[in-house]
């Protein structure tokens, strides 16, 4: 007979060489499977993180009407994204920014020529309690409020309160978008940063609970985000203005000043599924843009 | 039963059984031991890549690359003391009323009752504080805000008060009746009886409780960050109890989602783990260690 005390040895060195080995091939492969069967077509989306849940969103929407095509979406970021389509590895590149010219130059060095479509717009709009009296701010001001150089509502000509920051979460896009284009205006040297008093809410609904509840507070989200019951800051760019309030026609012309276009980048003209997707998303597919958060086009 | 090998078959299947029973109990083991191993693996190069004056700094600021922690463990130790303070007197209260003075008819009520308690989901708790505990803070204490480090260390209180009930009034139950009964005869009141023999006796179980309870408090994420507003400010006085703080636990389920996997945030948000983890397996070591004494003492049991 087996001594048991040997057995159990065994058996527990077993169960976890077993065990381990099973962490170990779990790890994610890789690659996904590019290989189109029969009449199956596939795209390969990548790109932007902003981008990632309205392009997600597309794509189960559009894979009800057309079942014969598989579109696999990816995120990492605008620059990977373009890159990878550079490189011919993927055939949409989702970016929330303009190519670069050194990205345009790369790929007319690789033959292609990237086609640039608009497909949605994102506005980020500034919101405060129903009874601030505040109705406008301008860029420099909201930047130093959020970095903490304006601490009370007064020095802005509203009632006396200090003043509560809301941010999304640095994961978010909307963060690093308002960083880079509110906070530092754009200004690439400039490395100022959030304040640290300044709440990070894990949701929009943290931000719209907390500026419905209270007077103090400032917040920014996506205009799709915002809801009936907090109040829309008209905001400009110089500070005698002219103040816009953010609405699907200002974001359009431009003349709402926190608002940028989202782009989808194809290698050439497209054609073909790729072609017939594109055209989906800039008509039918424009009505749930605003579901996620972002505008649409008009 | 036939007999394989001169050894009967019931024989065998008992010590099969026997076997796979410990198997499973020695593997709890197994399983710490491998989760802390993965942890060492991805936190360890957060100490190796980022410089430990940046890591041991005020300033948390991943996506500009400065990861000083530093606010993060001071936010997750506020809040858990501050919940001590408010649920370690209130828990071994209701304990010494719950087994010492409650008749038996409300004995019967109160225990249950106190486990339904414990299985409230802490997202419904940090709602319920997000929605009318935040406004309440704000007015009444006059702060900018209601997310603030007290909102979070109530909700935690009140999350950490069931297991301090729970454990406390054990420890009470341990007791013989026989240091009840002497404390009477002597002519103790029942309150000295209680204050004076009973409580001192259960004192080594009474802080078990206390450190089971921090040990719930401190690992707690979903209701905190619900309510502390995350403000990765470093607690600098007492005034910073009623502003926004931000816990390593909320830290890490905000931000684990969207990094990307392999990245120096990703290895510092590992990093903030194993420190939480270390914090957590002391509490947890100082409670075994307790409980140890009071049975190598020969004790009350």
């Known amino acids: 007979m087996i001594p048991p005390r040997a057995a159990l040895l065994c058996a527990c060195c077993a169960f976890l060489i077993v065990f381990a080995a099973t962490l170990a091939g779990c790890r994610p492969s890789g690659d996904a499977s590019t290989g189109s069967d029969g009449a199956i077509q596939t795209i390969q989306n990548k790109g932007s993180d902003t981008l990632v849940n309205l392009a997600l969103a597309w794509v189960e929407a559009y894979a009800l009407v057309h079942p014969e095509v598989r579109i696999s979406v990816t995120g990492g970021g605008s620059g990977t994204g373009i890159a990878a389509m550079i490189n011919g590895t993927v055939d949409i590149a989702n970016a929330s920014r303009a190519m670069k010219t050194v990205e345009l130059d790369a790929a007319r060095a690789n033959g292609i020529e990237p086609i640039e479509f608009t497909v949605a717009l994102d506005a980020i709009a500034i919101v405060v309690h129903p009874d601030n009296p505040i109705d406008h701010l301008s860029l420099q001001q909201i930047s130093d409020i959020y970095t903490g150089k304006i601490t009370n509502w007064s020095e802005l000509g509203s009632y006396d309160r200090p003043i509560v920051l809301l941010s999304r979460e640095s994961n978010s896009g909307t963060y690093v978008y308002f960083l880079e284009n509110v906070i530092r205006q754009g200004w690439e040297d400039d490395d100022s940063l959030f304040s640290p008093d300044t709440l990070l809410m894990p949701s929009s609904e943290g931000i719209s609970a907390e500026v419905r509840q209270n007077r103090n507070a400032i917040g920014y989200d996506g205009l799709g985000y915002v809801t009936p019951d907090q109040k829309v800051v008209a905001v400009g760019i110089e500070p005698g203005g002219p103040f816009v309030l953010p609405s699907i026609e200002t974001v359009n012309d431009g003349s709402y000043p926190i608002s940028r276009p989202l782009y989808m980048y194809t290698a050439g003209e497209p054609s073909g599924a790729i072609r017939t997707f594109l055209d989906w998303i800039l008509s039918d597919g424009q009505q749930m843009v605003r579901d996620l958060g972002f505008v649409p086009l008009d | ?301």
């Open chain 2, 1 to 301: 039963m036939a007999p394989v090998n001169g050894i009967p078959l019931r024989k065998r299947l008992e010590w099969l059984i026997e076997t796979l029973v410990r198997v499973l109990g020695f593997s709890a083991i197994g399983f710490v031991a491998m989760i802390f191993v993965f942890l060492l693996m991805e936190g360890v190069p957060a100490f190796v890549q980022v410089p430990l004056d940046n890591l041991f700094n005020v300033r948390w600021y991943p996506t500009s690359e400065l990861y000083g922690a530093l606010p993060l463990i001071a936010g997750s130790l506020v809040v858990t003391i501050v919940a001590m303070l408010i649920a370690f007197p209130l828990g071994v209260g209701t304990a010494v009323f719950v087994r010492e003075i409650a008749p038996s008819w409300a004995r019967e009520v109160l225990k249950p009752m106190i486990e339904v308690l414990a299985g409230i989901p802490s997202v419904v708790l940090g709602f319920f504080g997000m929605i009318t505990l935040a406004p309440v803070i704000r007015e009444s204490l006059g702060a900018p805000t209601g997310l603030t480090a007290f909102t979070g260390a109530l909700l935690l209180a009140y999350m950490a008060l069931p297991t301090i009930i729970s454990v406390a009034e054990d420890a009470l139950d341990a007791v013989p009746k026989s240091y009840r009964d002497a404390g009477l005869a002597m002519g103790a009141t029942q309150w000295q009886t209680i204050w004076r023999v009973v409580v001192p006796a259960a004192r080594s179980g009474i802080l078990m409780a206390l450190m089971l309870g921090m040990g719930r408090a401190i690992g707690e994420t979903m209701a905190v960050m619900m309510v502390t507003g995350n403000a990765a400010r470093m607690p600098s006085s007492l005034r910073a109890l009623f502003l926004p703080i931000r816990t390593m636990t909320a830290t890490i389920a905000a931000e684990m989602g969207e990094v990307a996997h392999g990245s120096t945030h990703y290895h510092v948000l590992f990093g903030v783990g194993l420190i939480l983890f270390i914090l957590t397996f002391s509490i947890t070591l100082a409670a075994a260690s307790v409980m140890f004494r009071r049975r190598s003492r020969g004790g009350l049991r």
